[in-house]
């Protein structure tokens, strides 16, 4: 029997099609077809400016902006040549790790959600919308701030934005402690979890698979480790790993990943130096806000830099950050125009769902649902 | 010049050229050095820097097409391949004309069956050997290779009315 599992499925996470093709309940062959959301974003980039192009990165994983815009600034700064100082790095690393726990915390509410168990729910949205709060009150918006830059940060992080952080870095072990009692020794968590769709390390390794789904079963690969950016050698944090590669694993290793997340905007408050955000570099980073309203000279800047952007120097580079998801990359190719003559982003996503079939080919119709969850895929990250 | 953020290493291109000599090109393309591979020994290069032992690039990290028409040859396929136990990157190219095919390399890593397919959905790019060369992001019917330089942003056909007709007129 042939059974079409979505598009529009709401364990599907979006508008993903599996083709399912079963011998009674058990799975014999899976297709994934992907595309259903697919906007050209690595075409439409190539119109736009260097500056421009930012906004799009959001749009791809929507759970977790702040990463995709420090992946695209990374992959800019390797081609200018920019260096961004101790502060705007920290900041970075603040940022992107409370995006990392709030895009982990959507997962685990919608994937405990997906299996049967809805208190988690309600449980991880009270802390993802604390940490919404803080990204709003940094960035001004919620969901897709576009907030870091090339160069740095579109500005200094405000007042109240220490006191934030704090209560929540304090607060949050012990809400993780809470959700554990609700899920990692219940029963019908387990039998629902444990063993259930295992990827072995040979096959996550063959498929691409990066980020908490590789670790899961059992390779050590974290960017933040493998090839550190924006100080991340400065901390002090472990990469939490798994054995058997299967549902509860991953579960597993995203609690533990969320707790050492935890422990780096700790280290990174803690030690965050002052001084600027933004490289020193007037012909790539726009000057700061204050200045455009009171200087003429760095209004017309702001102006000119917004309007015509810069001209990259010739050359290729590769920028990639340890996302939610796993690595992703943009591969940026200049040919000395304003605009990115190649925009190339490698979506975790995109790579992980690739190895869905081998995870899901034998088991139970619904243990496809549990595994789907697992791999906590974005669809506007792997149809672009 | 050398940034902490740039990961790919020219360590790889290096044994590349002794051990590929005469089939491989080194080129500075900005702050990064890539490799050109003749497209004869694609699948050798490939294999010989997963399988040896102080390489290990055993994962393909990505795979993807550059159009630089209207020059000749056309398209550049990148190979970005990262070690995960030598922490290190390399990135690896091959120059083709429209309507040249490629070797699949889907057997080597199973993440190129999906990469491989999105080349050619996005660029026309065909690879012989592969098991399910098929379009992955657009539609089945769609015409013509979206990411390729001479197709529109806008699309084909922008601008031009659409003519709608309606059930009682096609009676």
């Known amino acids: ?384 | 010049m050398t940034l902490a953020g740039i990961t790919i290493s020219d360590k790889a291109v290096k044994r590349l050229e002794s051990q590929f000599a005469g089939f491989v090109t080194v080129e500075q393309a900005g702050n990064q050095t890539n490799a050109i591979v003749d497209k004869a020994k694609l699948r050798d290069a490939l294999l010989f820097l997963k399988t040896e032992k102080d390489l290990a690039y055993t994962m393909l990290t990505d795979l993807f097409v550059v159009d630089y028409h209207p020059r000749d040859p056309r398209f550049e396929v990148v190979y970005l391949l990262t070690s995960w136990e030598m922490k290190d990157r390399v990135a690896m190219k091959v120059r083709i004309g429209d309507g040249e095919r490629l070797p699949t390399v889907s057997d080597l890593w199973g993440a190129a069956d999906w990469l491989e397919r999105e080349a050619y959905d996005m660029f026309g790019v065909r690879f012989d050997n592969h098991p399910d060369l098929r379009r992955i992001l657009m539609v089945e019917d769609f015409d013509g290779h979206p990411l390729r330089k001479d197709f529109p942003t806008e699309g084909l056909g922008f601008g031009k009315p659409i003519k709608i007709e309606l059930e009682e007129e096609q009676r």
């Open chain 1, 1 to 384: 029997m042939t059974i079409n599992m979505g598009p529009q499925h709401p364990a599907t996470h979006g508008v993903l099609r599996i083709e399912l093709e079963l011998d009674g309940e058990i799975v014999v062959r899976a297709t994934p077809f992907i595309g259903y959301l697919h906007r050209g974003v690595e075409k439409l980039a190539e119109i736009k400016t260097y500056h421009q192009a930012l906004t799009l990165t959001d749009r791809l994983d929507y759970t977790s902006a702040l990463s995709n815009n420090l992946a695209y600034c990374l992959a800019c700064e390797n081609l200018l040549g920019l260096e961004v100082p101790k502060r705007g790095q920290y900041l970075r690393v603040i940022l992107a790790e409370l995006q990392r726990i709030a895009a982990h915390l959507l997962w685990l509410g919608t994937h405990a959600l997906d299996i049967g168990a809805m208190t988690v729910f309600f449980y991880t949205f009270r802390e993802r919308e604390y940490i919404t709060d803080i990204i709003e009150s940094v960035t001004g918006a919620r969901l897709t701030p576009s907030f870091i830059r090339i160069g740095g940060l579109a500005r200094d992080v405000p007042d109240e934005f220490e006191g934030m952080v704090r209560s929540f870095v304090k607060d949050f072990p012990r809400r993780v402690d809470e959700y554990e009692t609700l899920l990692t020794k219940n029963i019908i968590w387990r039998r629902r979890t444990v063993k259930v769709s295992p990827l072995t390390r040979e096959d996550a390794l063959s498929y691409g698979v990066t980020g908490p789904v590789l670790r899961a079963s059992g390779v050590n690969y974290d960017v933040r480790k493998a090839f550190p950016y924006s100080s991340y050698e400065d901390f002090d944090f472990e990469i939490p790993l798994g054995t058997g590669g299967d549902v509860f694993d991953r579960y597993d290793v995203r609690l533990r990943e969320m707790r050492q997340s935890n422990r780096i905007i700790d280290q990174a408050l803690s030690r965050l130096p002052g001084g600027p955000i933004n490289a020193r570099a007037p012909g790539y980073v726009a000057p700061p806000k204050e200045d455009v309203q009171k200087d003429m000279a760095a209004l017309i800047r702001h102006f000119k830099l917004m309007e015509e952007s810069f001209s990259a120097p010739r050359g290729e580079a590769y920028g990639a950050i340890e996302s939610s998801k796993g690595e992703l990359g943009f591969y940026l190719v200049s040919d000395g125009s304003n605009k990115p003559f190649r925009f190339r982003i490698r979506p975790p996503s995109f790579l992980n769902i690739g190895a869905l079939p081998k995870m899901i080919v034998g088991s139970m119709i619904a243990d496809v649902i549990a595994a789907i969850g697992s791999i906590d895929i974005v669809l506007g990250e792997i149809d672009r």
